[in-house]
């Protein structure tokens, strides 16, 4: 017979290191033995493996970005059937709940719609404060609801997000959430906005993600575009012309977008009507050879009927790197 392991008399060491072998349903369990332990695995939280979380509906889904090592937690409702059933009452997140261990993770029980709501966010909070936590690209939250129950609450958590997509119709209350939630955009990876603002909304951005995709972009003006700061931008149903375009890239050429990698902007606006762009017609510009004034960057451009593409080829430098490509769709002819 084996005797008790004396696990917390370990140097604290030598305990992160032990932390770093269990699996996630180890640890969660671990973390609900005592707010001491739950405490101790906090604050090794910087150590851990980066957690996965799948929401589906009332199941939270654990596991690594290697898919291995799942854990599901569900978010359940007390019923006279689990009443009867035999749970064990425990505290996560300053809360008490009843929990049921399934074949894969743990059934949790609470006691009515609102308490399931807020035993959602309790659990979400408890992960976090484990794990360093990233929400990944299928889980796609697209109306204002989700944002206020779910959303918010994940960008107070600092949980990163692999896609965020978000759609806004243009009502006041959804403009003040639009101008809340853009302080914490820098967790996105990619940020996808379905939206026709009103003429009288300006979208405030206190931060931008890595990557951004906007439909319905005729809100979006050269100088929300000469301020973006994000690798990827793709901009659809645009209203940006010859003479806006001819700026961004004179901005480039002068040092400016330093993370671009890739630009699109589909606009019927920017056409081969004689304004000039780099001093060129937009028939012009088609295998041109572009570089920033610094000479650390370059860039191809590549013309067909309806796109514009710059890109540059790969090669060694000591200089940053360069962005790929920049890509604009037009009416050329």
Same mark, same amino acid.
């Given at each position: 017979?084996?005797?008790?392991?004396?696990?917390?008399?370990?140097?604290?060491?030598?305990?992160?290191? $032990?932390?770093?072998?269990?699996?996630?349903?180890?640890?969660?369990?671990?973390?609900?033995?005592?707010?001491?332990?739950?405490?101790?695995?906090?604050?090794?939280?910087?150590?851990?493996?980066?957690?996965?979380?799948?929401?589906?509906?009332?199941?939270?889904?654990?596991?690594?970005?290697?898919?291995?090592?799942?854990?599901?937690?569900?978010?359940?409702?007390?019923?006279?059937?689990?009443?009867?059933?035999?749970?064990?009452?425990?505290?996560?997140?300053?809360?008490? $709940?009843?929990?049921?261990?399934?074949?894969?993770?743990?059934?949790?029980?609470?006691?009515?719609? =609102?308490?399931? =709501?807020?035993?959602?966010?309790?659990?979400?909070?408890?992960?976090?404060?484990?794990? =360093?936590?990233?929400?990944?690209?299928?889980?796609?939250?697209?109306?204002?609801?989700?944002?206020?129950?779910? #959303?918010?609450?994940?960008?107070?958590?600092?949980?990163?997000?692999?896609?965020?997509?978000?759609?806004?119709?243009?009502?006041?209350?959804?403009?003040?959430?639009?101008?809340?939630?853009?302080?914490?955009?820098?967790?996105?990876?990619?940020?996808?906005?379905?939206?026709?603002?009103?003429?009288?909304?300006?979208?405030?951005?206190?931060?931008?993600?890595?990557?951004?995709?906007?439909?319905?972009?005729?809100?979006?003006?050269?100088?929300?575009?000469?301020?973006?700061?994000?690798?990827?931008?793709?901009?659809?149903?645009?209203?940006?012309?010859?003479?806006?375009?001819?700026? #961004?890239?004179?901005?480039?050429?002068?040092?400016?977008?330093?993370?671009?990698?890739?630009?699109? #902007?589909?606009?019927?606006?920017?056409?081969?009507?004689?304004?000039?762009?780099?001093?060129?017609?937009?028939?012009?510009?088609?295998?041109? $050879?572009?570089?920033?004034?610094?000479?650390?960057?370059?860039?191809?451009?590549?013309?067909?009927?309806?796109?514009?593409?710059?890109? #540059?080829?790969?090669?060694?430098?000591?200089?940053?790197?360069?962005?790929?490509?920049?890509?604009?769709?037009?009416?050329?002819?």
């Amino acid at each position: 017979m084996f005797s008790p392991f004396p696990l917390f008399r370990l140097p604290r060491l030598v305990l992160t290191e $032990v932390f770093k072998l269990l699996s996630i349903e180890e640890k969660f369990s671990l973390s609900l033995c005592s707010k001491r332990i739950s405490t101790q695995i906090n604050n090794d939280r910087l150590y851990s493996q980066k957690v996965i979380i799948d929401l589906h509906g009332e199941k939270i889904v654990a596991h690594f970005e290697n898919k291995k090592d799942r854990f599901e937690i569900f978010i359940s409702p007390e019923t006279e059937k689990t009443l009867r059933s035999y749970a064990r009452q425990y505290s996560i997140a300053g809360y008490t $709940v009843r929990v049921i261990k399934t074949r894969k993770g743990i059934r949790t029980l609470w006691k009515n719609y =609102q308490d399931r =709501q807020e035993g959602f966010h309790t659990v979400i909070r408890h992960l976090s404060n484990m794990f =360093q936590c990233k929400i990944p690209t299928h889980n796609l939250c697209r109306d204002s609801d989700l944002f206020e129950t779910r #959303v918010s609450l994940l960008f107070d958590l600092h949980v990163e997000f692999e896609r965020l997509c978000v759609r806004f119709t243009g009502s006041k209350y959804e403009n003040l959430l639009f101008n809340q939630l853009s302080s914490n955009f820098r967790l996105v990876e990619d940020l996808c906005i379905l939206s026709s603002f009103n003429s009288d909304f300006r979208p405030v951005f206190t931060s931008w993600p890595q990557e951004i995709t906007i439909w319905s972009s005729a809100w979006f003006t050269l100088e929300y575009l000469l301020e973006c700061a994000s690798s990827k931008i793709i901009l659809l149903q645009s209203h940006l012309e010859n003479k806006d375009l001819d700026e #961004v890239l004179k901005n480039w050429k002068a040092g400016g977008f330093p993370n671009l990698k890739y630009l699109k #902007v589909k606009s019927n606006s920017i056409t081969n009507n004689g304004t000039t762009i780099l001093g060129m017609k937009l028939s012009e510009l088609a295998g041109k $050879v572009i570089h920033t004034d610094d000479g650390t960057k370059k860039a191809i451009i590549q013309l067909d009927p309806y796109n514009i593409q710059i890109s #540059v080829p790969p090669f060694k430098s000591d200089f940053p790197p360069f962005p790929k490509y920049i890509f604009i769709e037009s009416n050329l002819y």
